[in-house]
């Protein structure tokens, strides 16, 4: 099963920007529906963006035109580049993406934003 590290949280001012890494342990070329999701204290865990393989991207309505997700397809990671954050966007974010119908998740890397 593909192994994912997600890399890059920590604490930040609100609007200022962090930039999260997703490491897969093999090639991204052959996963399918990669994205980030992000769980908050309390609630449920939610998307936030994915991407395909064609690297056509899609957002949640809460990261639109903050956030940006791509894809270095030779360095078999992902990435989820965080602007104008707010404390609303404080999770714990996640990578996730299939292989051949199985789901991996990464362990989850933290961001807390203050205000």
């Known amino acids: 099963q593909v192994q994912l590290v997600e890399s890059g949280g920590g604490l930040v001012q609100a609007g200022g920007s962090l930039r999260l890494s997703c490491a897969a342990s093999e090639n991204i070329v052959n996963l399918s529906g990669i994205g980030w999701h992000r769980q908050a204290p309390g609630k449920p865990r939610e998307w936030v963006a994915g991407?395909?393989?064609?690297?056509?991207?899609n957002y949640a309505d809460s990261a639109k035109g903050r956030f940006t997700i791509s894809r270095d397809n030779a360095k078999n990671t992902i990435y989820l580049q965080m602007n104008n954050l707010t404390p609303e966007d404080t999770a714990v974010y996640y990578c996730k993406a299939t292989k051949l119908g199985r789901l991996a998740w990464g362990q989850g890397t933290q961001v807390t934003v203050s205000s």
């Open positions: 991407i395909t393989r064609g690297g056509t991207t």
